[in-house]
């Protein structure tokens, strides 16, 4: 099988890109052709990379980013869907982006989500599509390389360190995390705070970097290589997210196959990963939020109970099964 993984033109560490990776890595290894495609900014299609591979079949990261210059300037082949969070929760009720996005939705072959919550509701609220949503099971790939993260936080062996996977854009509500965590640092808490992603938007990425300017206790570490993340979660006491909107998120599916213990916005994205005192805490405001970092800084045997490691939950061969399948059926 000759497959086109299309994804939006971004950073390398954006979960778009570790997604298509981890599925070019486990396609090519059952011996298919995998050739991933990025999108310009300004709708651009790279034609003569495409023409080169010759698909069959083409996989579109992104409804609205990866479906829009698909629309335009794709090649004339069958194709499916991987829904993103900014799709089923902004783009599908946005004025501009929901008439393409429907139009994606209603060529393609098949529409997958890794979360099966979205599955359940897509299907409730658009019975027409619900022949072609399928749920792809999230699958994860731990990297081995190395990332001192205490060191470079120069972290004391008391200080309980937060660290926030997230790239830096409004969604993900990395600025409006500063405010929950500054009341916990006035009550007294050995917290630091470090953020790690891609600037997806340099705007708010300045008014973040002016935040933690004037406090000592959060830092920003820049991109952490996707291999090198397994090892800098492993040595944080927390994995945050304080994001607004998911599909499921990769750095929290890492989290818990890796057994860290994690603290997210309760959102449908959040849940689909968490269970709310099996593997993390889940919050709804800044109270809650308080209370469930003072209960991991305060409860060692909490945090030993939300650290069991489940790897094989997020089992990167079943998604490349149910993918690989999912495929073969359109092109049969």
Not at 136 to 159: C, E, K, N, V, Y
Not at 310 to 330: C, D, G, H, N, Y
Request: neutral net charge; charged residues 20%.
């Amino acid at each position: 099988m000759r497959l086109l993984i299309v994804v939006p033109r971004q950073d390398r560490a954006t979960g778009n890109w570790v997604t298509a990776s981890r599925l070019r890595e486990s396609l090519t290894k059952r011996g298919h052709l995998v050739t991933i495609a990025e999108t310009g900014n300004n709708d651009g299609f790279p034609a003569d990379m495409v023409a080169a591979a010759q698909p069959e079949v083409a996989l579109l990261l992104h409804a609205w980013r990866s479906g829009r210059p698909w629309l335009k300037m794709g090649p004339r082949i069958p194709f499916a869907v991987l829904l993103t969070g900014t799709d089923v929760h902004v783009g599908m009720r946005d004025p501009v982006q929901a008439p393409v996005i429907a139009e994606v939705l209603a060529g393609a072959a098949a529409i997958l989500s890794q979360n099966q919550l979205t599955v359940a509701t897509l299907c409730a609220d658009h019975p027409e599509l619900a022949r072609k949503l399928r749920h792809l099971p999230p699958g994860i790939t731990l990297g081995t390389a190395r990332f001192p993260l205490r060191s470079t936080l120069a972290a004391s062996a008391g200080d309980f360190v937060l660290l926030c996977p997230a790239g830096i854009r409004p969604v993900k509500g990395v600025l409006e995390l500063l405010d929950l965590v500054e009341p916990l640092i006035h009550a007294g808490h050995p917290l630091q705070l470090a953020y790690c992603g891609p600037v997806l938007d340099p705007d708010y990425g300045e008014r973040l970097f002016t935040a933690i300017a004037s406090r000592p206790w959060a830092s920003y570490l820049g991109s952490i290589p996707p291999e090198a993340m397994p090892d800098a979660m492993r040595q944080a006491d927390v994995i945050v997210s304080n994001s607004f909107s998911e599909g499921l998120p990769n750095a929290l599916v890492e989290a818990a196959a890796l057994g860290r213990p994690i603290v997210a916005r309760d959102i449908p994205g959040n849940r689909a990963v968490i269970e709310s005192g099996g593997n993390g805490l889940l919050y709804a405001d800044a109270a809650s939020f308080h209370i469930a970092i003072r209960q991991l800084c305060n409860e060692p045997a909490l945090r030993a109970e939300l650290s069991q490691p489940t790897p094989q939950q997020f089992s990167a061969e079943r998604e490349t099964t149910v993918l690989e399948t999912t495929l073969k059926e359109i092109l049969a």
